[in-house]
C-alpha cells in the first residue's frame, strides 16, 4: 500500500449528501476483483450520459477537477452496501483523501485498508473547503497526515483527529498483509516449533 504522508491539490467538491457506494461504483462493475482499473467507472451514472459521453457538469469532468487527489463531500459519505470497491474505485481514479462531515462506518474503514483518508471535520470547516474548492485551479489544499492540519490556499488550517494506529498504518504504506507480514520471522518460528511437535 502506497504511503500517505502530505499531498498538496486542487480539492473537487462534491455537494451532495447520502453518497452511497452504489453511486461511488454501480454494481455491474463488481464482477472483477482486482483493485486496478475501475476509475474510469467511479461515478459512472453522474460521470457520463446515456451515449456513453462525458457530462459536463459532473465535478470530475471539469478541467480544473480531473486531477483532484482530494475530494470534499456532503455529509454521509460511502452509505449503503459494504462494497470494497468503492475506494478501489476512488483509489484508482487518483482520489487519497475525501474530506466530509460524517461517513458510513464500513466504507470508513475500508478507506484506510486501501490507503486512504478520510477526514471528518465540523460543518462550518466543510463549508470553509467547499468555499475552496469551488475557486478551482486557482486553489488548493495540503493535508498533513504527521501534523493532522488541512492547509488553505490563503494558510489558513484546520485540524483534524484521527485514531493514531490508522494514522501510523497510513503512514507506513501497512494493510492488514503488511501488518501481519511485520510479524513474518514470529510466524515462521512458530510454525518450524509446531512442525517439530507434529513429528515428536
Known amino acids: 500500500m502506497k504511503p500517505f504522508t502530505t499531498i498538496t491539490s486542487t480539492p ?38 446515456e451515449d456513453g459521453t462525458e457530462n459536463p457538469d459532473f465535478v470530475l469532468n471539469k478541467p480544473a477537477y480531473r486531477k ?16 470494497e470497491h468503492a475506494p478501489w474505485a476512488l483509489l484508482d481514479f487518483g482520489i487519497r483523501c475525501v474530506i466530509s462531515t460524517s461517513f458510513a462506518d464500513i466504507f470508513y474503514n475500508n478507506c484506510f485498508k486501501n490507503g486512504i483518508l478520510p477526514i471528518t471535520v465540523s460543518p462550518s470547516d466543510l ?24 492547509t488553505g490556499p490563503d494558510g489558513g488550517t484546520i485540524r483534524f483527529e484521527i485514531d493514531q494506529f490508522r494514522k501510523h498504518c497510513l503512514m507506513n504504506g501497512l494493510d492488514d498483509i503488511g501488518l501481519t507480514l511485520q510479524k513474518a520471522d514470529s510466524i515462521a518460528s512458530y510454525e518450524a516449533k509446531l512442525k517439530q511437535r507434529e513429528w515428536a
Open 68 to 83: 483532484s487527489e482530494i475530494l470534499i463531500a456532503g455529509d454521509n459519505f460511502g452509505c449503503g452496501s459494504s462494497r
Open 12 to 49: 473537487a467538491p462534491m455537494k451532495v449528501v447520502n453518497v452511497d457506494t452504489d453511486m461511488i461504483i454501480p454494481k455491474q462493475y463488481l464482477k472483477t476483483i482486482k483493485r486496478t482499473g475501475l476509475g474510469s467507472a467511479l461515478f459512472s451514472e453522474m460521470r457520463y450520459n
Open 127 to 150: 463549508e470553509k473547503l467547499f468555499d475552496d474548492a469551488d475557486r478551482g485551479s486557482n486553489a488548493t489544499l495540503t493535508v498533513n497526515l504527521e501534523t493532522q492540519e488541512i
